[in-house]
């Protein structure tokens, strides 16, 4: 189903911006102007566009907040904040870049001014963690007391940084009464742009960290913790429910559950040979296929990057090591899927603990990766079962 482009991938990231209109992160209007400046498949194109319509959009938040009118302010400094995100989307190979470092800076800080001046009832929190810290957003549910409230926990996917997850978690969460606390772990947003942390595949440490936080914070019900992870977060979050025991419910969006045989099976079986004995010729043969595809150069990379791998084979042998033991996962699961996710039907049926295959429909409008254009319906659809598992 197409929005805009022809080109897919132009078209799906593009998708990706304009569904969270829905949550006052984006307007229609200034996501179809921006994309009707662009030139399909060029990436500089894609950069100047969504960077102009950023920088629009933040000077309309300025003026706003000059003149007192809040809401006004809030509401632009939210929309600039994603154009920001989505203006860098196709330039992050280069983690030291000077536009993703600005780019990225100003997504955070555009984020933050916006929940200013709307008077979200956020913190900035930090997580002690390996000798560092990492950041996020503690976000208490509209209108509430002083709580403890039911808590949905969160880490960020492979290519966002844990403002965009505002728009994916907190907008659905916080209006029927759930505190979320989102943090960019290792290969995420600020743990990667500002530590240069990178992904690891045991990720219940990094949860662990977090939920030593969120232990200790009165305005969570310890006793009622859900851990939730879409897009990459489809394997983080499953990992990490694996290990833990401080948490009740497990939602997957779409569920991962063994990357490293999704990948061998992708890779010709001679090729992946070469791969696995970390052979020249497999070097070279990625070389070759990027030279007459930059796009797919593109794919591996900024992906690898943020593993800390130096080459597609590389990044390739390292996600052999992403898998998620399911059979150790012991609270009821939510696995949402769309017609094509094989791998998360896999995770599905590896779950023995009680457990929902959510299917969403693409012809009632229910598409899009993680349902990037049906936010509404993914709301309810995750929110109406968390609320009967955590009421229990």
């Not at 609270?331 to 929902?356: C, F, G, H, N, W």
Request: with cysteine.
């Amino acid at each position: 189903m197409k929005v805009f482009f022809d080109d897919s991938e132009f078209d799906a990231q593009f998708a990706r911006t304009v569904g969270k209109s829905v949550v006052g992160m984006a307007d229609v209007g200034e996501c179809f102007a921006a994309a009707s400046r662009m030139t399909p498949g060029d990436y500089g194109s894609w950069r100047d566009s969504w960077h102009s319509a950023a920088e629009r959009v933040e000077h309309i938040a300025e003026e706003a907040a000059k003149a007192g009118r809040r809401r006004s302010a809030g509401e632009a400094y939210l929309r600039a904040s994603e154009y920001h995100r989505a203006s860098y989307f196709f330039d992050r190979v280069d983690l030291a870049g000077s536009f993703l470092r600005s780019a990225w800076e100003a997504t955070k800080r555009t984020f933050q001014h916006g929940l200013s001046y709307l008077d979200v009832a956020v913190e900035v929190i930090t997580v002690p963690y390996a000798g560092t810290r990492l950041t996020g957003y503690l976000i208490r549910p509209e209108g509430a007391g002083a709580g403890p409230y039911p808590t949905v926990v969160t880490v960020a996917g492979y290519d966002s940084p844990i403002e965009e997850y505002y728009a994916y978690n907190t907008v659905g969460g916080t209006t029927r009464g759930y505190a979320v606390l989102m943090v960019d772990g290792p290969g995420q947003g600020s743990a990667l742009y500002d530590q240069n942390l990178v992904f690891r595949p045991d990720y219940e440490v990094v949860f662990a960290a977090i939920l030593d936080l969120a232990t200790e914070r009165p305005e969570v019900d310890r006793e009622r913790i859900a851990l939730s992870g879409r897009s990459f977060g489809g394997y983080l979050a499953p990992r990490a429910a694996c290990f833990e025991n401080r948490v009740r419910a497990l939602i997957a969006d779409p569920g991962l559950y063994d990357l490293g045989s999704q990948v061998r099976a992708m890779v010709p079986s001679e090729l992946w040979a070469q791969v696995e004995a970390s052979a020249p010729e497999a070097e070279r043969t990625f070389a070759e296929m990027f030279e007459h595809d930059p796009r797919r150069e593109y794919f591996f990379m900024s992906r690898a990057v943020t593993h800390g791998a130096r080459s597609a084979p590389e990044y390739l042998r390292m996600l052999q090591d992403y898998r998620v033991p399911a059979d150790r996962i012991a609270v009821p699961t939510l696995v949402t899927a769309q017609p094509e996710d094989a791998e998360t039907r896999r995770l599905y049926e590896a779950i023995s603990s009680p457990k929902v295959l959510a299917e969403f429909d693409p012809d009632a409008g229910e598409w899009g990766h993680c349902e990037g254009v049906a936010l509404s319906r993914y709301d309810q659809v995750v929110h109406d079962w968390l609320d009967g598992v955590l009421a229990s």
